[in-house]
């Protein structure tokens, strides 16, 4: 964009050079942070932050069943490896072929509320303190003919 600037005398060209100097220097600081901000958008805490909320993670499982599939695959290899550790070949292979089943029928909610009644577990309850109740005086002396 052209501009016609009238410069007349020698203190107007100076002007003119001071002004786009600091326009030139104002546009590279400009650029260098919107550069940036472009480039944080797309970095991997961004990227985390965005995408791997649990709603976001429960509407993609809702279309896929992601956390089925992952559980389909881990569930028989974690309880082969601990609860059917002496187990044999057969034993093994029934239990598998069960876990698998019942690792994609698991959903993202059905994992959560494990999660949750694993962890209240845990955690503990916390202990109810009964109170007592405090005798309740009806203003009748306790030598009282009526008590």
Known sequence: MKTNKNIRTLADLHLEIDRLKADYI???????YDT???IKQFS????IKRYAT???FLKLDEKTNISGKIMSIILPMLLNSTVFRGSGLITKA???LV?????KSLDAEHLSGIFN????????KKDKVKEEVAFIDYGIPPDSETY
Do not use: D
């Not at 104002?26 to 260098?32: A, E, R, S, V």
């Not at 991997?44 to 990227?47: D, E, V």
């Not at 009644?117 to 503990?124: E, L, M, N, R, W």
């Open 26 to 32: 104002n546009k590279g600081i400009m650029l260098k």
């Open 99 to 103: 876990s698998g089943k019942v690792g």
């Open 44 to 47: 991997l805490g961004n990227l």
């Open 94 to 96: 029934i239990a598998a």
């Open 54 to 56: 649990p709603n976001s």
């Open 117 to 124: 009644a694993v962890k209240s577990i845990f955690t503990g």
């Open 36 to 38: 940036k901000t472009y």
